[in-house]
Structures are given as C-alpha cells and as structure tokens.
C-alpha cells in the first residue's frame, strides 16, 4: 500500500461540519474551540513550521483533525494531545479513513494538555498547533518546558497574544508571556490568519508565531522558578519602579533595591525594559538582600 496521501486526504468545509454533525459536536467557547476548514490554511501552517520528514511533531487540540492530516503529509510522527472525550474517540478513525497509509505513524494522548508530562514514542521535535485561545499561553509555556526535546514551535493563537508573545522589551505589549516565552526560545511573529478559515468564525483576529528553542539556555545560577517569580512580580504592578514592584518579592523596598543594583538594574527602571537575562540577574541576587527579621525567603515557591 502507498504511503502517500490522497489529494483529497485534507478537510474541507463540508468535510468538517458533516464530521462535525455526525459526532454532535458544537465547538464551544469554554474550550476556545475554532476548527480549520480550510485545507490551503493547514499547509501553509505546515509550511511556515518548516516541519520536516524526520519531525516527530505534537499537536495540542487537534479537534476534528484538519491540521493533524497536513502534519501527517510530512512528517515521521504526529502525536495529539485532546481533552475533549468526543473528538479524542472519533480522531484516529478520521486518520485512518483519510489516510490509511499513514495510520500508523498517528498516536492520540486524550489528556488534559497542562497535565501531560510523557508522549508515547521518540521524543518530539517540533510544536505545532492550533491552540485554544483561552490557555494558550500557559500550555505553550508547559510544553517547552516539559519537554526539552522540542526544537521548533509554531502556533497559532489569538493576535494579541501573539503580539505579546513575540514583544520586544520597551513595547507597550512585552509582558509575562514575553519573557517566558524568552527564556526558551526565539521567538517572532511568522504571518497573520483571517478569521473565514474557521468555523465558526471568531471575533477576533488570529496570527501564527514562531519559536526556535535557544542555542544556548539563559546563563545564570537561578532556577527557572526563581526568574520567573521575579518577572510576575515586576509585571504585577507593571506603572511602577522596579524598587517598588519588587518590594513585596524582596521583602522590602530597600531589599529589591540591594538586588537590583547588585545585578546592575537601575532601581528606576520598569519590568517593560527589561530582557530575560536581566530577569535572571535580578534573581540571582537576591540573596545579597538586605535580610528582614522573620521575613520568609522570597521567590522560592
């Protein structure tokens, strides 16, 4: 049997709601649910995420399965992660109805994807999905982290947060998203996504971004907890110094001051300016702080 895929293989919009109809699926707002009916669409997120023949690649919410066919075209491996009870039962009889000849090469985890911590099989490679607008950035977040082996992510999310995402610091947009995704990756814009190729449509608009694991980890004696405790922090109460905003981290404002000094941060300097590696610094002394009596540790939780 060929292992190549039918031209017809992708879905369609008819496809996708007779699909949808058959199994009594209404996609809901609670779960962020928009599914791709659009095969033009599919491929060029396959594209775009330069997935490649030897890719065993993860997708998180596949729903019914548009952009895990396109995966299937290419790559060696395409593993999904759905929550929903009904889609998870009814995916692999889509595969292998559309593509029988590379069935095989599909496996389905039907779990929560914040709870996912092992993928059957070789390690993936590369991220690539249509994710839930409403937990986006948190699995995205959970899943670089999870699994160290990813290389290579594009995912498609609401275009705000992939703004915020991809900011730059000194944007209005940088925040929390940004810095995290920062501390493991590069990360960039990498096109827009009308709202038309979804059913239903959303009210808002969508855009793909890209983010190429670093080379080289962020260099610091911090844990990622330790960062990142700083960073929501700083972003809590974004209109203020980082003197002030970190006072609470510290233990006091005289503290956060001694930290940031000590790490070579301007005390008058705010969270929006600041990169992942000054995040790290900032850190990384806070044990030069100036100790407060019966004052728990601060960011270590």
Do not use: C
């Not at 982290?145 to 000194?170: H, I, K, N, Y």
């Not at 995704?181 to 971004?209: C, E, H, M, Q, T």
């Not at 790490?263 to 992942?276: D, M």
């Amino acid at each position: 049997m060929s292992t190549s895929p039918s031209p017809d293989a992708l879905l369609g919009p008819a496809d996708v709601r007779e699909l949808a109809a058959a199994l009594g699926v209404r996609p809901t707002k609670q779960r962020g649910q928009n599914f791709v009916i659009d095969a033009n669409t599919v491929r060029r997120i396959v594209r775009t995420a330069e997935v490649r023949p030897d890719d065993v690649v993860v997708e998180v919410g596949p729903g019914l399965g548009s952009l895990t066919l396109a995966l299937l075209e290419v790559a060696d491996r395409v593993i999904a992660v759905e929550i929903d009870d009904v889609l998870a039962a009814a995916l692999p009889a889509t595969i292998a109805a559309r593509m029988p000849g590379r069935a095989d090469r599909f496996a389905l985890v039907h779990a929560d994807a914040m709870h996912v911590r092992d993928l059957p099989g070789p390690p993936p490679t590369a991220l690539v999905a249509n994710l839930p607008y409403n937990v986006a950035v948190p699995v995205l977040l959970h899943m670089l982290d999870t699994f160290p082996s990813l290389e290579r992510t594009l995912v498609m999310v609401q275009s705000e947060v992939a703004d915020r995402l991809a900011a730059a610091p000194g944007s209005k947009v940088y925040g929390v998203p940004s810095v995290k995704a920062n501390w493991y990756a590069d990360v960039k814009r990498a096109g827009a996504i009308g709202r038309n190729v979804f059913w239903p449509a959303p009210n808002v608009d969508s855009g793909l971004v890209s983010l190429v694991r670093r080379a080289e980890p962020v260099k610091t004696s911090a844990s990622r907890g330790e960062v990142f405790a700083v960073v929501d922090a700083a972003f809590a109460q974004r209109r203020k110094t980082l003197r002030a905003a970190l006072a609470g981290w510290a233990g006091s404002a005289a503290a956060a001051e001694a930290a940031l000094v000590a790490a070579g941060v301007s005390p008058q300097a705010r969270g929006e300016s600041l990169t992942v590696e000054e995040f790290a610094r900032i850190a990384e002394n806070a044990e030069n702080k100036v100790r407060i009596a019966d004052t728990e540790e601060p960011g270590r939780q």
